[in-house]
């Protein structure tokens, strides 16, 4: 099992900025393939970013380029989600997950690709 503990979320408001934090316990990202999700009510989990650990790639939903960046911390064995600018459709619960290794290159967007998942963590845009 590969425990994930996400972080960062909150009350923002519109055009303001978030950073989350994803935290693997117990074992380290360097061979996972990892990536974000966010769910509104109502609506099925939606694929907002990922990242291979291992080659430093990284993949974005459309709706979230320009303004989300997902990085790597080594030092922490976290991969974090900077979201910059952002509007109240991007309110949701946002998830972190990840795919054991071996894994397909290329965005990977169904959430049924994924073997692990945090508990998720909210994130409000308001004014």
């Known amino acids: 099992q590969v425990p994930l503990v996400e972080s960062g979320g909150g009350l923002v408001l519109p055009g303001g900025s978030l950073k989350l934090s994803c935290a693997a316990s117990?074992?380290?990202?360097?061979?996972?393939?990892v990536g974000w999700f966010r769910q509104a009510p109502g609506e099925e989990r939606q694929f907002v970013a990922a990242?291979?650990?291992?080659?430093?790639?990284?993949y974005y939903a459309d709706s979230v380029k320009g303004r989300f960046t997902i990085s790597r911390d080594v030092a922490k064995n976290t991969v974090a989600l900077q979201m910059n600018n952002l509007k109240p459709e991007d309110t949701a619960v946002y998830y972190c997950?990840?795919?054991?290794?071996?894994?397909?290159?290329?965005?990977?967007?169904?959430?049924?690709?994924?073997?692990?998942w945090g508990q998720g963590t909210q994130v409000t845009v308001s004014s």
């Open positions: 997950a990840a795919i054991r290794p071996p894994f397909r290159l290329g965005p990977q967007t169904s959430p049924d690709d994924y073997d692990y």
């Open positions: 117990g074992r380290t990202f360097s061979s996972y393939y």
């Open positions: 990242y291979i650990w291992s080659i430093s790639t990284t």
